[in-house]
């Protein structure tokens, strides 16, 4: 059984600075793609970041510059830096994995609430 485990959402203040951690555990032969994605309330979730086996990254445009997206391969983690927040960045946060174990699949995590105040 594979799990993802996000941390490091909370409350912060406009400008302020966050970093997200999402942790992948269980039978894992290899990871292709992490990333990040979310949901505000009342909206689609929607693609904020992903990082491939080969670290090569993709960003939202609302996010690229403020938010930067970097893997621990030895750890199967992977990180959101968020810097610059702003209130419209306030949602849950979701890591999501391509992970080879018997085959490939995808798995998301259970999410981490990020508040933005103004």
């Known amino acids: 059984q594979v799990q993802l485990v996000e941390s490091g959402g909370g409350l912060v203040q406009a400008g302020g600075s966050l970093r997200l951690s999402c942790a992948a555990s269980?039978?894992?032969?290899?990871?292709?793609?992490m990333g990040w994605y979310r949901q505000a309330p009342g909206n689609q979730r929607e693609l904020v970041a992903t990082s491939s086996r080969r670290d090569i990254t993709n960003y939202a445009d609302s996010v690229k510059g403020r938010f930067t997206i970097s893997r621990a391969h030895a750890k199967n983690t992977v990180y959101l830096q968020i810097n610059s927040l702003k209130p419209e960045d306030t949602a849950v946060y979701y890591c999501n994995a391509d992970i080879y174990d018997l085959g490939l699949k995808n798995y998301w995590g259970q999410g981490t609430q990020v508040t933005v105040s103004s």
């Open positions: 269980g039978r894992i032969v290899s990871i292709e793609t």
